[in-house]
């Protein structure tokens, strides 16, 4: 079904070609580009033809773009509406602001359409909707700084032309003026908090709209300005004041502006711009006003004004004024220094002289003599306790370190100062001297490097080697002795007039040698009070007690643990051991008969001597009395 | 330097002998360190001591008298020469019976303590001190720095007040070894 229609193709091609050229021969020359002035087909192929109608196509693409762009803009054609159903309520509300400018702006249009001020008018607007339609695109993302710059810009055109009557109103006030004013003002502060620089997008604005636009138009430069550049005609009478009080108002709150645009006056670009917006601003004033840094001046001449209910017609000259302000403020000054100063100038107050609390109102300002306490806020508790966990986790705890008192020894004590019992041999002069070099030299040995050191002693061991190895004649350096040895010598020998060979001997005293008896000096019997001999036979008596316990106790271990040998010594065993000695000879047994009974019992035995002896007395004495008797002489036989 | 200032100092007899013996050694230092004039008047007994036109120092005369008396009190030439050497240098004099009102026997005996078997005592002060001590009879002259003269007078005074040696060495060295650590 599909097949190449060559004759179709054929015509289809001549008839481009005709209305090619037939584009061409009526010559418009709207359309810049379209180099090709026919259509050449013969011999051309299908992408060859396309190629050039795309040449021309893109051309006349362009030009549709911006045609329609342009008259897209026109006014007849309103396409807003579309826009108002989508974005926020600040771009809808902004839009309707900017619509009714629009709209208010068609009326005048055409009035002063030929006065240049239209022309800006014009080209704000123009920018404002081209901004607007440059982003149609992106719906939502809107310059609200740009649109807030347009409105401020319409706002000041539109000023005068919303004419909303109030009860208020008078000649000189308008409500909906002061409104209007008013939001200004907030617009200019919040304009003045971003900090956007007036001459950039006022010039940006420019070029864009220079850009944008084909039309030529009348720039004048700085020579060329004339009355009618500044002021407006001296027709309008009505809204003269009202229009001098919305001067005065914005030039109030657009002092910064204003300098701004004074200050940019040397540029020489964007001159009538400016001067344009300040006679917009301005507003028809017929007076000549110098807008001085005391824009408060102007506020004042306005209010006195407003208050003396004078008629406007008589004004005063800006000197004039200034002399009536300054008088004013003279006279104010006067009657401040003759009335009674406030408390807060009169010295030391005390709390009967000021008013209730009136300390609080103050920022009284005193020395702090005394680091303040910190104060605990959140974060700082915060930072204690990261702290906090950081250690715990470092487990860096800060315990306290038990100190130990260093114990020394008697003993190394003493060994630290030696005491010499010899007269020195240096004199009190050189042992001085000596102290001296000893500081100074301490410097000097710390500047010696260690490893010089460790240097000097190998090269010293060296050299003693190979000596040893070469030396013919070496002789072997004497042993350096390394231990020291205290003698423990006895008191006497230092008593000694000879010298000691050991000067630096330390005596042991008795104590280091054995431990002296806590109990003190050692007593004889004889000495001993009668406390101490019973101290003494408690203890003995606690030591055998003690003595006795353990045998028994591992008697009865033993007994338990092998029965067998714990009959050790039992009776058996001496029964045996008795036999064996008698068997021997070494022993002999006596019997025990009962004759005997004398050597059971110590109280028989010596009754027995006791009577022995008595039988042996009696037995003498019985001697001596036979003798006696024999001795003795009768007296009947010595009868004579 | 003025006119010419003089010092004048006694000899007194047992110390005659002495003094010529040392003349050498004594006027050689005063002579050529401290550019003085000195000699020994024989009528006054005295030694004088003069400045001239070479004397550049004014304590030099103060200094040459000290090492002199030193001397005359019984020190040795070279220790007293460190009168002239050091700055810091002091003699201090008293008497036994300053210290405790003893007489008779109990003064010998205090005497005796402070002297030793054999001077050993007062050597071992002067050893840990590092001072001088002369020990004329009942009169006590000690030489040295401030703090080691302190140190020997409270020891040669414990030893008057009845001390043993062996406390009072304890003492002393307990002293010593604080101040050498303090230095």
Sequence with gaps: ?640 | VGKGEMRKVAVPANRYTPLKENWMKIFTPVVEHLQLQIRFNLKTRNVEIKTCQETKDLSALTKAADFVKAFILGFQVEDALALIRLDDLFLESFEVTDVKPLKGDHLSRAIGRIAGKGGKTKFTIENVTRTRIVLADAKIHILGSFQNIKMARTAICNLILGNPPSKVYGNIRAVASRAAERF
């Excluded at chain 1, 919305?246 to 020489?268: R, Y």
């Excluded at chain 1, 010293?460 to 040893?468: G, M, T, V, W, Y």
């Excluded at chain 1, 000694?496 to 000096?521: C, F, M, Y």
Aim: hydrophobic residues 30%; contains cysteine.
């Design chain 1, 1 to 640: 079904l599909f097949s190449v229609q060559d004759g179709l193709a054929t015509d289809f091609r001549a008839l481009t070609k005709i209305l090619y050229d037939l584009n061409k021969a009526l010559g418009s020359n709207v359309v810049r580009g379209g180099p090709l002035k026919e259509l050449v087909i013969e011999n051309f192929d299908e992408e060859q033809i396309w190629q050039q109608l795309e040449l021309q196509n893109n051309a006349v693409l362009d030009f549709f773009k911006k045609s329609i762009a342009r008259d897209a803009k026109d006014e007849d054609l309103c396409l807003l509406s579309d826009q108002e159903e989508d974005g926020s309520d600040a771009e809808t509300s902004s839009d309707l602001e900017l619509e009714d400018s629009v709209m208010e702006a068609e009326t005048e249009q055409k009035n002063i359409y030929t006065k240049g001020k239209a022309k800006e008018k014009q080209s704000k607007l123009r920018e404002g909707t081209m901004q607007k339609y440059s982003d149609e695109d992106s719906d939502i993302d809107f310059d609200i700084e740009a649109l807030e710059q347009q409105t401020k810009t319409a706002k000041e055109t539109t000023l005068k032309k919303m004419g909303k009557k109030s009860i208020v109103d008078d000649k000189f006030f308008k409500l909906s003026d002061m409104e209007a004013f008013l939001e200004h003002a907030e617009k200019e502060n919040r304009e003045g908090e971003e900090d956007i620089n007036y001459f950039e997008d006022i010039i940006s604005a420019d070029e864009e709209e220079e850009s944008e636009e084909a039309k030529v138009k009348t720039i004048k430069s700085s020579r060329d300005l004339t009355y009618k550049d500044f002021f407006d005609p001296i027709d309008d009478n009505d809204d003269v004041v009202a229009n001098d009080v919305e001067d005065d108002q914005v030039e109030e709150a657009d002092g910064a502006v204003e300098e701004q645009n004074e200050e940019s006056m040397s540029e020489v670009e964007d001159m009538n711009e400016m001067i344009m917006e300040n006679t917009r601003s301005k507003e028809a004033s017929k007076k000549v006003t110098f807008s001085l840094p005391d824009d408060s001046e102007t506020e004042d001449i306005t209010d006195t004004l407003l208050e003396k209910g004078m008629d406007p017609s008589e004004i005063k000259s800006s000197f004039e004024k200034r002399q009536e302000k300054m008088s004013k403020k003279i006279k104010s000054l006067e009657e401040e220094l003759l009335e009674e100063k406030p408390w807060q100038l009169k010295g030391e107050v005390t709390g009967q002289k000021r008013p209730e609390n009136s300390l609080l109102e103050e920022t009284v300002l005193f020395d702090h003599a005394v680091r303040m306490a910190p104060v605990i806020t959140e974060e700082t508790t915060f930072q204690l306790e990261d702290i906090i966990k950081q250690r715990i986790l470092d487990e860096a705890w800060d315990d306290v370190v038990p100190k130990e008192k260093p114990k020394e020894e008697a003993f190394e004590y003493k060994k630290r100062i030696t005491l010499d019992h010899e007269k020195s041999k240096l004199s009190l002069a050189e042992i001085y001297e000596q102290e001296y070099m000893k500081l100074h030299q301490q410097k000097t040995e710390e500047e010696e490097n260690p490893e010089h050191k460790e240097i000097q002693e190998m090269m010293d061991s060296l050299f003693l080697k190979l000596d040893a190895l070469c030396n013919f004649h070496f002789t072997p350096k004497p042993p350096v002795p390394e231990v020291k040895i205290v003698s423990n010598l006895p008191a006497i020998s230092m008593e000694e007039v000879a010298p000691v060979a050991v000067s630096d001997a330390a005596l042991l005293a008795p104590e280091e040698i054995k431990e002296k008896n806590k109990a003190g000096d050692v007593k004889t019997d004889a000495e001993k009070t009668p406390t101490d001999k019973k101290r003494d036979r408690r203890k003995k008596k606690l030591r055998k007690r003690m003595k006795r316990r353990e045998k028994e106790k591992r008697q009865k271990l033993l007994e338990k643990m092998k029965p067998e040998q714990g009959t050790k010594l039992s009776k058996k065993a001496a029964a045996a051991k008795l036999k064996r000695l008698t068997k021997e000879g070494k022993a002999s047994l006596l019997k025990d008969e009962g004759k005997d009974k004398v050597l059971k019992s110590s109280q028989a035995f010596f009754s027995q001597l006791q009577d022995q002896v008595k039988m042996q007395i009696k037995e003498a004495n019985k001697l001596k009395k036979k003798q006696k008797q024999q001795k003795a002489v009768s007296v009947h036989k010595l009868k004579l």
